[in-house]
């Protein structure tokens, strides 16, 4: 059963991220963006990583991505958004691709991982929340600072320009 | 029984076909996906690590300033996307080359 899923969540995250480039709507691609995050977030159930999950869900799902629907809302007509997301030198790309996936499976299967058997799964958030709190404090606090330097900025980039005569 | 292997080869799926999109997408958007794509992928990759590794937190905490990382990031580009897209009316990344002519 648990494989069953597995597979499942595997194969979800593949199409989803396989929809994404090759996808012409960008329409399309934003959903697929959807089914693959979704998918990442079940990974990560079977990792063993529950609050992890949580946060994907949250955060990727519920902010980035309507974030990205609402950018392909606003700058695209709805009339061509059919052929909204043309691929640019493709040749090139999928060249790219081929090689850098290639040598990279290749050496993940050729490499001999020296792996220990997993901890039977327990609840993460105290642990991180005492992680968060002691180790690392520093870049804690430095990721509040860049959210709201990266709020600050977002509105300043994104408002529109008042001129004044 | 699944392997470690298993989830790095997810991850690296993600990570390819997340070049893909960045190298070859014209529409601003769709790069950013393909950030996203690669951001996930490292996420992936990191909680794996440290469930059969390091038997470990470090990992999701890595991953949690990913996550924070990404968010902040697709904040700021989309930003950058609106103003682009009011001054030029145009989203696509091949035609935003004003500072070059």
Known sequence: MGEIVFIALAVGTTVGAGVVAFSKNIVYSAFALLLSFFCVAGLYVFLAADFVAATQVIVYIGGILVLILFGVMLTEKIEKVNISNQALKPFRAWILLIVSGGILIAAIVKTNWITKAPLPPTPTTGELGNAFLTRYLLPFEIASVLLLVALIGAIIAGRKEVRRK | ?101
């Open chain 2, 1 to 101: 029984m699944i392997s470690l292997q298993t989830y790095l080869i997810i991850g690296a799926i993600l990570l390819v076909l997340g070049i893909y999109t960045v190298v070859s997408r014209r529409n601003a958007v769709g790069i950013l996906m393909g950030v996203e794509l690669i951001l996930n992928s490292a996420g992936l990759n990191f909680v794996a690590v440290s469930r059969f590794v390091e038997l470990s937190i470090d990992g999701q905490v890595f991953t949690i300033f990913i996550i924070v990382l990404a968010a902040s990031e697709a904040a700021v580009a989309l930003g950058i996307i609106l103003s682009y897209f009011q001054t030029y009316a145009s989203v696509y990344a091949d035609r935003a080359d004003s500072l070059r002519r």
